[in-house]
């Protein structure tokens, strides 16, 4: 592959080189699914921000008057665009063919409140917001005896606690009847409930795998696999299901995927049109989406909203749904 001459276009094409190596490289490792190492693991998460180095890459080596630059940032650029695009899941509730009659409207909402810092945030949006189910990552033991308020506990008279000191607690709040279910293995606590919903039974589960640093990759993707198995074992058990919580992965991530495939779940912010939405916000400033709310077909996305949650680095994660029970 030979550069252009003049020694202004050969700098304009080695530094577009030097661009569209470090957008190629992330760019296959999606699609072929190589994430479970380091950096690429990390480096998935942002990769919507590729198409920002394809950009700079197609300008200089239009400058540098190099055509095989120019096609080579064309396809990067396209590459990361068609990967962009949300995947096909339940259309919203307007305008949409029902599966089966509503049975009521809920809405569930996701937060990380960081070791139980952003709890008041929490207690502030829950009186505003009046989410039905509640999924909370990082409620550490303060944040499970705030919960204890004679006011939250009139509003989510059910809960579900596995409140901790640090990062490893979490909890279900909700409004409607719960009982206690397995839990998801891992280092952080990821409880599971049975919710009863006009006078439906529905699998209540919260997800807060580790996340992917770069001497524990290994155990983030063994968690995400924890995952996975339940929505695999819930898909075969059938009945609804909401999966909730901080997957500290994106739809980027080969093993957030295969949990949307093997459980035959869709992504709520995903049909909403939220999916590029960062809930996360990291080095730089960049942001991701690592929150999700992950529900089963009985369900049929209204809106989706993401809040700021001041004391956490997370934004928490409102779903709006109708709730169509299959017989």
Sequence with gaps: MLLPSGPGRRLAAALAVVLLGGTTLPLLCRAFGWDDVTPWAQLLAFFPYLLVPAGLALLLAAV??????????????????????????????????????????????????LFGT??????DLLAGQRPDIVALQECDTACGE??????????YPHRLLRTAPGGEGSAILSRHPLRPAEDVPGLLAMP??????????????????MPPLPDGVGRWSAELGNVREFARR???EGGPTILAG??????????FRAILAEGGLFDAAETAGRHLTPTWHGPLGLGTPIDHVLLSEEFRVRAVSVTDLPGSDHRAVLAEVDFHPVD
Excluded: C, M
């Design 146 to 155: 705030r919960l204890q308020r004679p006011d939250l506990l009139a509003a």
């Design 246 to 255: 901080d997957f500290n992965a994106t739809r980027y991530h080969s093993g």
């Design 64 to 113: 540098a008057r190099w055509p095989v630059g120019v096609v080579w940032a064309l396809l990067a650029a396209i590459g990361v665009g068609w990967l962009l695009v949300p995947a096909p899941g339940p259309a919203t509730a307007e305008g949409a063919a029902s599966p089966a009659p509503v049975a009521t409207r809920l809405r569930i909402l996701t937060a990380n409140l």
């Design 192 to 209: 599971g409930a049975v919710a009863t919903i006009a006078g439906q039974e529905v699998r209540v589960q919260v997800a807060h795998p």
């Design 234 to 236: 819930r898909a075969a």
């Design 118 to 123: 952003a709890t008041d945030a929490l207690v």
